[in-house]
Each structure stands twice: as structure tokens, then as C-alpha cells.
């Protein structure tokens, strides 16, 4: 069982960056895939970025090179690197977490990101 607790969503104009967080503060997250979803209200949610196991073959998949997903599993941590943000960049972000043995996922409570002027 994982739980999780974001921060670093706001307000943001175009061009500038910012750093989500996302702190498992129960269960450990170094065995399974993590990474961030985003969803705007009334539309599918799309893969933002994750990032597999240490020692997993699968490959680091992400919606756009201005964002990177990394992990620090001696802080339980999951981060979401955004820059060069956009209008369109605007929703709710999600952290997660795959278990590949159960195929249980575990969600953080979600953050939101906006970009305007």
C-alpha cells in the first residue's frame, strides 16, 4: 500500500518552470514504475512521464522532452520537471505508482498546474 502527498503545482506564465513533488509517506516505491498523468476537467487523462524500476528493461516514456520524470528512492520521491510551459500545459497533475506483481496502482490526491499571463 502506497500513499502520497503532492506539492509544487500553481501559477505559472508561459516560458517559466516549475517542479512538482511527490512524497510517498507510506510504502516504498523502488520496485515499481512511477511517473505523472495530467487531466484537464471533461477530457482523457494522458500520460504525462514515468519512469521504471532501476533494473527494469522498459524504457522512459513521456508526452514531451520539456518534461522529465525522476525518482529518488532513498526519499520515496517522485518529481515531475517542467519547463518552457505553455497555456495548453494547464490541468491537474497526478502522480502514480505501478506494482508489476499486483498491477495495483497507486495515485497521489492530484495538484494543479496553470499557465497564464
Known amino acids: 500500500q502506497v500513499e502520497f502527498v503532492e506539492s509544487g503545482g500553481g501559477l505559472v506564465q508561459p516560458g517559466e518552470s516549475l517542479r512538482l513533488s511527490c512524497v510517498a509517506s507510506k510504502g516504498t516505491i523502488e520496485m515499481y514504475t512511477v511517473g505523472w498523468y495530467r487531466q484537464v476537467p471533461g477530457k482523457q487523462r494522458d500520460l504525462v512521464a514515468s519512469r521504471p524500476p532501476k533494473m527494469s528493461p522498459n524504457r522512459v516514456s513521456f508526452l514531451t522532452d520539456r518534461f522529465t520524470a525522476s525518482r529518488d528512492n532513498s526519499k520515496n520521491t517522485v518529481y515531475l520537471q517542467m519547463n518552457n510551459l505553455k497555456p495548453e500545459d494547464t490541468a491537474n497533475y497526478h502522480c502514480?505508482?505501478?506494482?508489476?506483481?499486483?498491477?495495483?496502482?497507486?495515485w497521489g490526491q492530484g495538484t494543479k498546474v496553470t499557465v497564464s499571463e
Open positions: 502514480y505508482a505501478l506494482d508489476h506483481t499486483t498491477l495495483a496502482e497507486y
